[in-house]
């Protein structure tokens, strides 16, 4: 091992986006951003619709984030390049990720 990082509670699917490692932390409800090079936590996320994080993705420029949380299904969205957040949805937004819905067993546009 070369390095540990310590992010939030249940880490679940990690995503790269060229720079930084996006970790969803389950039980946290929230996401670490961490730089790749460095192994430094730049920052949690949290907000956003998070309601147990599960899964995310990067398309070139967003990060989408899934939740799992109870009587949820948020997906949240974030710019990579400055880590803002654009916004959550609980249905398509056009934004042009398809996504399973573990809970429904569907698959989603988004």
Do not use: C
């Not at 946290?28 to 430094?40: F, L, M, T």
């Not at 109870?70 to 880590?83: I, M, P, Q, T």
């Not at 803002?84 to 398509?92: D, F, K, P, R």
């Amino acid at each position: 091992m070369i390095q540990t990082v310590t992010v939030g509670l249940n880490p679940y699917w990690p995503i790269f986006d060229g720079s930084n490692i996006w970790v969803p932390n389950h039980t946290s409800n929230s996401v670490s951003v961490v730089r790749a090079s460095s192994g430094v936590v730049l920052t949690t996320l949290t907000g956003n619709g998070l309601n147990g994080p599960y899964q995310a993705a990067f398309d070139g420029e967003r990060v989408l984030v899934t939740s799992l949380g109870v009587g949820n299904g948020v997906v949240s969205l974030w710019k990579a390049a400055d880590l803002t957040e654009i916004g959550n949805t609980l249905t398509a937004d056009g934004a042009n990720f398809w996504i399973t819905l573990f809970e429904s067993n569907h698959l989603a546009r988004y």
